[in-house]
């Protein structure tokens, strides 16, 4: 791919907030390295917080490509405050006004759409991953006959985590939120970190408040945390963690399981 002048072109449309942009960051690094042109389509001030890492990535592969296209957003025009381009922005001190705020956020981004659709038009990329956040770009995609993405931000097991729930609705059937319940369905269950891997601690949550929702205690915490960094299994736990962040990077390593599915997206995409 990296000696054909006709590169494999993936167009990247990240929520705006960094706990989006950040892995979209990460997922156009690999595209890149592996021969890829990677675009990201974000607005004016988020495209300065993109801009140093991508100048980075660069500098260290003069020969790869990666960039950024800018979208305008007029934030005051629909609603926000000014500069608000980024979820991270917002610094509002009354609860109720941040959640009409956010609110308004989610729903401003529509506001893309023609941008996109008329960006798509021009760049006809080979593929589109775009946020979950922004169910219209689906159909903008459509329009240009590119293929659409969904980028959800989090992985298989949570997806399938989700959808069991929402599904099965085993949380209906046990008389408090503290209660544990089986999920039907799902390969694991909630006790995964804890049981299975056992690099974690259970921290217990109780209700507080009526109509609040369940609360951990500031000293709940605390007490969890002292025995993960210095209770009796603290140095076996570590070992453990250590294990499986080996294992994780083995398979994005050259001929492991992550390495080899994204040669497959990049193959898939380019036929």
Not at 34 to 56: C, E
Not at 105 to 112: A, Q
Not at 166 to 176: G, T
Request: hydrophobic content about 40%; some cysteine.
């Amino acid at each position: 791919m990296g000696s054909n002048p006709q590169r494999f072109h993936v167009m990247f449309f990240p929520f705006m907030g960094h706990g989006h942009m950040i892995p979209t960051l990460d997922m156009a690094n690999l595209l890149s390295s592996r021969g890829a042109k990677s675009t990201i389509v974000t607005t004016p001030l988020n495209s300065k917080i993109l801009q140093k890492h991508i100048d980075t990535f660069k500098n260290l592969n003069p020969s790869l490509e990666m960039e950024i296209q800018i979208l305008d957003f007029p934030c005051v025009q629909l609603g926000l405050p000014e500069g608000c381009e980024n979820l991270d922005f917002l610094t509002l001190n009354n609860n109720d006004d941040r959640e009409v705020m956010i609110l308004k956020f989610f729903l401003s981004t529509s506001f893309f759409k023609d941008q996109l659709e008329k960006l798509l038009e021009t760049t006809r990329p080979d593929c589109l991953i775009a946020d979950m956040f922004f169910p219209w770009a689906t159909k903008a995609a459509e329009k240009f006959n590119v293929p659409r993405v969904v980028f959800h931000g989090f992985g298989y097991f949570p997806l399938c985590f989700e959808y069991c729930i929402k599904l099965h609705k085993p949380h209906k059937r046990v008389a408090s939120n503290c209660e544990p319940f089986v999920i039907p369905d799902l390969p694991g269950n909630i006790k995964l970190v804890t049981q299975v891997l056992r690099t974690g601690v259970t921290v217990e949550a109780k209700r507080e408040v009526k109509g609040l929702g369940d609360r951990i205690s500031r000293e709940t915490v605390d007490k969890a945390v002292r025995e993960v960094l210095a209770g009796e299994e603290a140095e076996e736990r570590r070992k453990r963690a250590k294990n499986l962040a080996e294992n994780a990077n083995a398979a994005v390593e050259e001929g492991g399981s992550s390495f080899n599915d994204l040669n497959s997206f990049i193959e898939e995409f380019s036929s």
